[in-house]
């Protein structure tokens, strides 16, 4: 069997059903073996996009998302994906054609030694150099992209190698010593932690991502339920818990709830669950919840005291781990009542600072008005992608994620961009939910590309763009911390966003009257096809409140 | 072997032989780099660009505390090794390589046996072929002999096929390091 059919094979085995990418000369193979595999291949227009529809896909199934892409050019194309995929921990896994094997380290045409240029923000990547040990490759790969701490795992096939005739036997388990990673949490920590658990007096349940990749949300959810411990969750987190329940406290972080900020900052316990403490979460490290314990419950041991020093590390899945640790805590039988002077305390924080922004009188549609008519419009029932900047951070602030897999966005890396690329993976992925992209003017324009994907290929995600005509986020800090000397963040000569929609054969909608603005949403989402939806939003306005840079929670701003 | 144009099948055997110019011999490569973060990634990474596997790898200061020796040794029947030295030579932090001919070089490497002894004679005749070889007992328990040998690859080799039938534990090698012979400055 030629080693493309046999990697066709691997990815049927795998349970792949759609895969992203582009064709080029070093990948010829791959797409000949392609051509009729059964495969759903999304045709894209840029690999970057590829990469991101890959993640979107990902992050909307639970599955591990595919991209291809041809050597040199369309491996870099990837990178930023690849890096994204990493810091978001998003199971992926990308093939990439490689240069013959003879013109490897020669400088051939569309050569780059993509395993070299990934090396710090692949989880792992692999050079095939004997066509016999693709199959393996391509199971390894999978393996590793999906289980312990997700992430992106390239491997990059030499064409010559791709046009192999190889003996092609399915391969049941792949064999990996040194990649272990461990899933059931030591019973003895998890006592501890129950127990102390029990004995705080103002606790914290500050969930992440992790809980969404290891589709632990309902045990996360028994977990808080078990008491009325207050819980929140990081913007990768968001919607694990949902954000319409009496213990939900908001985000925490730069642009989270001063309710949240507050009550980690008075913590006597914080019990981490699949995340970080990120810098956009901690603030001044040296300052953050200076009066906490920590429980630290995380799949990457790497992560256990890296940031913050955890009093009690839990390491393993939280999927095996959090059912033991409320069944724990419930055989203790804590007293709830230790709680109420502490929801008493966090009740004070909530009524004296709600998350709100000034109304206007005319039509002018404040940013944050535009996620609540988006809330409004959609039932809050949509999958939202976001791109990055102050839409969204409003689009966590105001959207209430209330399921798991709802909210995607690039909360590690950050990347402008993401929104529409992963909006057509996740519509990929989930071809009955509704799929909003909320995207900013300064990030749209840089994956505009794959509208013309989504049209080619019917994919119906709808765009509601933001549009304020500035890098708002660069804008805001310049106003606050750099004495408004405005330097390249005005968006300057944007496009007809209309006529573009319309060019790349989509529908295309302005709205600039506040009260026009649920309705068009409503009627942008009847529409069979891709709709762009250009929102004339109020150009100067600030996300707050705000932890500023190198400040603590206390000094949260707005 | 193919243009990408081209959709012919290849066979496996027709792949074995592609491939550049092998020179047949293993290749020490002495390399002397400014002592700087990340320049032995960087070494490595132009070897593992073109999927060469390096056989051995020892890294250690010189009488100069700003320079370290790297010494790393690759199959040249697997591999054509000039292309790799000479984008070597282009690393900014890499000062001078040399391609070590075996027949002027003088190579040592040291290697830690650990060897299972279950009862005295076995253990009196690992400690003799240790003495032959000029080897150091350096540990003893009561089932296990750890001894140290010093010498070329081939001399490590030798001792390893002594001892083998005792019943091996462990062998820890350290890489071979090498200088040149005679005045020549390595």
Not at chain 1, 486 to 494: F, H, I, N
Not at chain 2, 52 to 75: K, Q, W, Y
């Amino acid at each position: 069997m030629r080693a493309v059919d046999a990697i066709m094979e691997c990815l049927k085995a795998e349970g792949v059903d759609h895969v992203f990418g582009i064709p080029g000369g070093a990948n010829l193979p791959t797409y000949d073996a392609l051509y009729d595999a059964g495969l759903r291949h999304v045709q894209c227009r840029h690999e970057q996009g590829a990469g991101h529809a890959a993640e979107g896909y990902a992050k909307a199934s639970g599955k591990v998302g595919v991209a291809l892409a041809t050597s040199g050019p369309g491996a870099t194309n990837l990178v930023t994906a690849i890096a994204d995929a990493v810091m978001d921990s998003v199971p992926t896994v990308f093939l990439t054609g490689q240069v013959r094997t003879d013109l490897i380290g020669t400088d051939g045409f569309q050569e780059a030694d993509i395993s070299g240029i990934t090396m710090p923000i692949v989880k792992h990547s692999i050079l095939i150099q004997d066509p016999r040990q693709i199959p393996t490759a391509i199971h390894e790969a999978f393996h590793v992209a999906r289980s312990g701490r997700p992430g992106p795992v390239l491997v990059d096939i030499p064409q010559d190698l791709s046009r192999a005739d190889i003996p092609y036997e399915p391969v049941d388990n792949v064999h990996l010593p040194g990649y272990q990673p461990t899933t059931e949490g030591n019973l003895k920590q998890i006592r501890l932690a129950a127990k102390a658990l029990a004995n705080a007096r103002r606790p914290v349940i500050y969930g992440g991502g992790g809980i969404v990749n290891a589709n632990a949300s309902k045990e996360f959810r028994e977990l808080c339920g078990s008491d009325r411990f207050p819980v929140t969750c990081t913007l990768m987190g968001l919607g694990a818990f949902p954000a319409d329940d009496g213990q939900w406290l908001g985000m925490p972080g730069m642009h989270g709830t001063r309710t949240a900020n507050y009550s980690m900052d008075e913590a006597d316990l914080i019990v981490a669950i699949g995340a970080r403490f990120d810098d956009r979460v901690t603030g001044k490290l040296s300052e953050f919840a200076p009066r906490a314990k920590f429980i630290h419950i995380d799949v990457d041991p790497a992560e256990i005291s890296k940031n913050v020093p955890a009093h009690i590390p839990i390491v393993g899945d939280a999927k095996h781990i959090l059912p033991k640790l409320t069944a724990e805590y419930r055989a203790l039988g804590a007293d709830p009542s230790r709680l109420e002077g502490w929801w008493q305390r966090i009740k004070g924080w909530q009524d004296k600072y709600p998350l709100g922004y000034e109304q206007t009188a005319d039509g002018e549609i404040k940013p944050q008005y535009m996620v609540q008519a988006m809330y409004e419009a959609t039932d809050g029932q949509a999958i939202v992608t976001s791109d990055v900047g102050q839409h969204q951070m409003w689009a966590a602030q105001y959207y209430g994620f209330t399921r798991p897999r709802q909210w995607i966005n690039s909360g590690g890396l950050g990347t402008m961009g993401f929104g529409l690329p992963s909006a057509m993976g996740a519509k990929v992925a989930c071809p009955d939910d509704e799929v909003v992209c909320l995207a900013g003017d300064g990030s749209l324009i840089m994956n505009i590309q794959e509208l013309a994907t989504c049209v080619d290929e019917s994919i119906p995600v709808k765009i509601f763009l933001m549009n304020n005509g500035h890098l708002g986020m660069v804008r805001q800090w310049q106003e606050l911390f750099w004495d408004r000397r405005y330097s390249s963040v005005k968006m300057g000569a944007s496009p007809d966003w209309v006529k573009l929609a319309e060019a790349f054969g989509a529908k295309g909608m302005l709205i600039s009257d506040k009260n026009e603005l649920v309705g068009g949403f409503k009627e942008a989402l009847a529409e069979e096809g891709p709709v762009l939806v250009d929102v004339r939003v109020t150009p100067e306005e600030n996300c707050y409140p705000m932890i500023p840079a190198g400040q603590a929670a206390r000094d949260m701003v707005g | 072997m193919g243009e990408p144009g081209t959709k012919e099948v290849l066979n496996l055997e027709d792949l074995q032989v592609s491939g550049g110019i092998r020179t047949g011999r293993k290749h020490i490569l002495s390399i002397l780099v400014e002592n700087k973060p990340g320049v032995l990634a960087r070494i490595a990474g132009l070897f593992a660009r073109r999927g060469f596997n390096i056989d051995s790898l020892a890294v250690g200061a010189t009488d100069d505390t700003s320079i370290s020796r790297i010494t790393l040794t690759v199959d040249g029947a697997a591999h054509p090794i000039d292309q790799v030295t000479k984008q070597l030579h282009k690393l900014v932090h890499v000062i001078k390589i040399r391609d070590l001919e075996p027949e002027e070089t003088v190579a040592r490497e040291l290697a830690l046996f650990k060897i299972s002894c279950q009862d005295g004679d076995a253990r009196a005749q690992v400690m003799q072929f240790t003495e032959i070889f000029r080897g150091k007992t350096v540990d003893v328990s009561k089932r296990s002999v750890t001894v140290e040998i010093t010498g070329t690859e081939d001399k490590i080799q030798a001792f390893e096929g002594m001892v083998r039938p005792f019943g091996l534990i462990e062998l820890i090698r350290t890489g071979e390091i090498a200088v040149a012979r005679g005045r020549s400055i390595t």
